[in-house]
């Protein structure tokens, strides 16, 4: 992020434009949405410019900017349309402490001005950094679709309660007050007039008043495999709610994104055979803040009840009374199949599949080796990497055939995912040239198909 989002005072502060052709039209036409002080510096002004200045809205000088022009004032565009005429301008600004804007200019910009949603007093800027204008206005345009133009209405008459609304506890109680009223009791009643809007809020803090306060509760989240876009609605829901987040090492930097800001974020991560947070210490955590009464998410990848010690962490909760509910997510073996564009399971090859963890409590895993070993099965393998020459020697043991396909994805449905296609008999040999660093899954039984596999160079080309 090269340009830091922030919402800038500008009631009562000066803004100072020089230009007065179509770049600064467009400036002025969402300046004006401000209560700042507009001066304008246009030897020939657009006749709009001149109507806004005989309605008092800005201050026309029919001059080109000179030195004392920007004293004072808090930001200055620069709309001239002419490189020179900006850079003169931008100088003159730049020395008298404004911050500048250059309109097309990016890079000799310290500011730039984003797309905006308009609902009064609830604003969306929507910022692409230069890189793609057309962007930022298609999700504006998707915005000012989805938001009702009421959105401002309840918003104002909501500010003006604020301070009544602090009767109720600080966090979470307000919280769930604000969220009945914004999508619940203000939409319904708003069709009947800023009145009934105010009766209405006036009911519901009674009603939230007169709550008791909610029980701790642990949301056991399946985070998915990386990819944010494969995220259920459920558990986002889940995330926007959380007062605390308990996550796993494999949970992707996107998805914690999606939390609220002011939730707290614990990191509990777990590496086989590497440093780890002990399960107690898990299950003390869960039940300290579920006993605080907060809602906590525990996020673990891919899904909760797929190798992720789920029993163990309901047990401690039950143990002490506490509610819980399990959000399932898309395991990462459903991930990685699709990338490879197979399916775990075909009519005529096989007709069950195997899920298998390389490495348990006690070291490599044990399987039905025997079972696996027979031609046309499939097995999706978690944790597979460290274990690999200890599953190809009982595979072999058993009688497996050395061609059997084996296939590796690493980072499954993430930016940075890879590929390994290999055989029963160079696995532990290619894994180990392919130095695989992150979480992979262990396809036995499987190989990409050909449309698949160029997908995917497509798209590792493209990242690089």
């Given at each position: 992020m090269d340009h830091f989002p922030i919402f800038l005072s500008t009631k009562g502060q000066r803004i100072v434009l020089s230009g007065g052709g179509e770049a600064a039209l467009a400036k002025l036409?969402?300046?004006?949405?401000?209560?700042?002080?507009?001066?304008?510096?246009?030897?020939?002004?657009?006749?709009?410019?001149?109507?806004?200045?005989?309605?008092?809205?800005?201050?026309?000088?029919t001059r080109a900017l000179r030195h004392g022009d920007v004293l004072c004032a808090k930001l200055f565009y620069a709309a001239d349309e002419d490189d020179a005429e900006d850079a003169r301008t931008a100088a003159i600004a730049r020395a008298e402490g404004a911050l500048v804007n250059i309109v097309d200019n990016l890079h000799d910009s310290a500011f730039i001005t984003?797309?905006?949603?308009?609902?009064?007093?609830?604003?969306?800027?929507?910022?692409?950094?230069?890189?793609?204008?057309?962007?930022?206005?298609?999700?504006?345009?998707?915005?000012?679709?989805r938001l009702p133009a009421t959105l401002g209405t309840l918003a104002r008459i909501g500010k003006g309660f604020?301070?009544?609304?602090?009767?109720?506890?600080?966090?979470r109680a307000r919280r769930d007050f604000w969220r009945d009223y914004y999508f619940a009791a203000g939409p319904r009643a708003v069709a009947d007039g800023k009145t009934a809007v105010e009766n209405a809020l006036s009911t519901l803090l009674g009603d939230h008043q007169s709550r008791a306060a909610r029980a701790g509760h642990i949301a056991f989240v399946g985070g998915g495999p990386g990819d944010p876009e494969l995220l259920t609605l459920k558990a986002r829901r889940a995330l926007d709610?959380?007062?605390?987040?308990?996550?796993?090492?494999?949970?992707?930097?996107?998805?914690?994104?999606?939390?609220?800001?002011?939730?707290?974020?614990?990191?509990?991560?777990k590496e086989g055979f590497g440093p780890s947070t002990a399960q107690e210490t898990i299950n003390d955590l869960l039940v300290e803040h579920g006993q605080s009464g907060a809602q906590v998410v525990r996020l673990k990848s891919g899904d909760a009840t797929v190798f992720g010690r789920l029993d163990e962490e309901i047990d401690a909760?039950?143990?002490?009374?506490?509610?819980?509910?399990?959000?399932?997510?898309?395991?990462?073996?459903?991930?990685?199949?699709?990338?490879?564009?197979?399916?775990?399971?075909?009519?005529g090859r096989n007709a069950s599949v195997r899920f298998l963890t390389g490495h348990d409590m006690k070291g490599f895993a044990d399987h039905d080796w025997a079972a696996l070993a027979r031609p046309g099965e499939v097995a999706a393998i978690y944790m597979g990497k460290k274990s690999a020459r200890f599953i190809q020697g009982r595979l072999l043991m058993h009688g497996a055939d050395r061609s059997t396909p084996v296939t590796l994805v690493e980072n499954a449905s993430r930016a940075n995912q890879r590929i390994v296609e290999t055989t029963l008999d160079r696995l532990p040999t290619d894994l180990a040239a392919a130095d695989l660093a992150g979480p992979a899954l262990t396809f036995y039984g499987l190989a990409p198909r050909a449309a698949a596999r160029a997908t995917t160079e497509f798209f590792q080309e493209e990242m690089a």
């Amino acid at each position: 992020m090269d340009h830091f989002p922030i919402f800038l005072s500008t009631k009562g502060q000066r803004i100072v434009l020089s230009g007065g052709g179509e770049a600064a039209l467009a400036k002025l036409r969402l300046l004006l949405k401000t209560q700042a002080k507009i001066s304008v510096f246009a030897p020939t002004p657009a006749p709009e410019i001149a109507a806004w200045a005989d309605a008092d809205r800005l201050t026309l000088h029919t001059r080109a900017l000179r030195h004392g022009d920007v004293l004072c004032a808090k930001l200055f565009y620069a709309a001239d349309e002419d490189d020179a005429e900006d850079a003169r301008t931008a100088a003159i600004a730049r020395a008298e402490g404004a911050l500048v804007n250059i309109v097309d200019n990016l890079h000799d910009s310290a500011f730039i001005t984003p797309a905006i949603v308009d609902r009064d007093p609830v604003t969306i800027a929507i910022g692409t950094e230069g890189a793609a204008p057309v962007l930022a206005r298609a999700i504006k345009a998707d915005l000012e679709e989805r938001l009702p133009a009421t959105l401002g209405t309840l918003a104002r008459i909501g500010k003006g309660f604020r301070k009544m609304a602090d009767a109720l506890p600080f966090g979470r109680a307000r919280r769930d007050f604000w969220r009945d009223y914004y999508f619940a009791a203000g939409p319904r009643a708003v069709a009947d007039g800023k009145t009934a809007v105010e009766n209405a809020l006036s009911t519901l803090l009674g009603d939230h008043q007169s709550r008791a306060a909610r029980a701790g509760h642990i949301a056991f989240v399946g985070g998915g495999p990386g990819d944010p876009e494969l995220l259920t609605l459920k558990a986002r829901r889940a995330l926007d709610e959380a007062d605390v987040v308990i996550y796993d090492r494999l949970i992707s930097p996107e998805i914690l994104e999606l939390a609220r800001r002011e939730a707290l974020m614990i990191d509990v991560g777990k590496e086989g055979f590497g440093p780890s947070t002990a399960q107690e210490t898990i299950n003390d955590l869960l039940v300290e803040h579920g006993q605080s009464g907060a809602q906590v998410v525990r996020l673990k990848s891919g899904d909760a009840t797929v190798f992720g010690r789920l029993d163990e962490e309901i047990d401690a909760v039950d143990a002490h009374g506490i509610g819980w509910h399990i959000v399932p997510g898309i395991t990462s073996a459903s991930a990685a199949v699709a990338t490879i564009g197979q399916s775990l399971t075909k009519r005529g090859r096989n007709a069950s599949v195997r899920f298998l963890t390389g490495h348990d409590m006690k070291g490599f895993a044990d399987h039905d080796w025997a079972a696996l070993a027979r031609p046309g099965e499939v097995a999706a393998i978690y944790m597979g990497k460290k274990s690999a020459r200890f599953i190809q020697g009982r595979l072999l043991m058993h009688g497996a055939d050395r061609s059997t396909p084996v296939t590796l994805v690493e980072n499954a449905s993430r930016a940075n995912q890879r590929i390994v296609e290999t055989t029963l008999d160079r696995l532990p040999t290619d894994l180990a040239a392919a130095d695989l660093a992150g979480p992979a899954l262990t396809f036995y039984g499987l190989a990409p198909r050909a449309a698949a596999r160029a997908t995917t160079e497509f798209f590792q080309e493209e990242m690089a």
